[in-house]
């Protein structure tokens, strides 16, 4: 059931789980009282999505929504919030509420055009924080039709569009094996905002 929102203007979060192969999945919860404040964990397995958006008063869709999918999740949030995930259950928190995700097996991130391969990883849903190893992320790029590939062994979520990959190759190329890259030691990927002030909408993305 949905959490009936008293004051419009705050800001919530709705977190949704559903099989990410159309078999289901398995979910095991539990109250940490280990840790100080206690948490709640909850254990995924057997290939599952997590979707996390802010429904809009207009119904239209989050354009900041993420989806994140792997084959095992642990996911750890405030007590009770996640006590019941099974599949198509729904739940609503405020968004600064602490949402960490550790993910496991054929990640896959996605959020806008953007999107974040790994076989391992661990996303903070408040911070806009993630850290993935052996990873790929392709993002499109500004009067470009195709997007640019960065394959590193660690790449580091900064911020909403902003990472740095350790290790790393870069390159324009669609094929699996390219005919040219760029390696470094460190790569940084941000989109900025150009010329906000003299432009009708704000400026452009470089």
Known sequence: ????????????????VSSRT???????????????PAEQIAMLT???????DSPT????????????AADNMVVWTEPTDIDNLAAGAERFQTRDTPLQIYLEGNIVVRQGDTVLRAARGFYDARDKRALMTDAELRVSMAKSDVPLRVRA????????????????WMTGSKFGKPGYR???NDIFYEERVVNPWVHSNGGWVD
């Open 153 to 168: 062994g660690r790449i580091r979520q900064l911020g909403e569009k902003s990472f740095h990959a350790q290790q790393a």
């Open 182 to 184: 760029l390696e470094a």
């Open 57 to 68: 008063a207009d119904g239209r869709p989050d354009p900041k929504a993420l989806e994140l």
């Open 22 to 36: 159309g078999s289901p999945f398995s979910v095991r919860t539990e109250r940490s009282t280990t840790s100080t």
């Open 1 to 16: 059931q949905g959490l009936i929102l008293e004051t419009p203007n705050s800001v919530m979060r709705r977190v949704r």
């Open 46 to 52: 057997g290939g599952v999505k997590l979707n996390i």
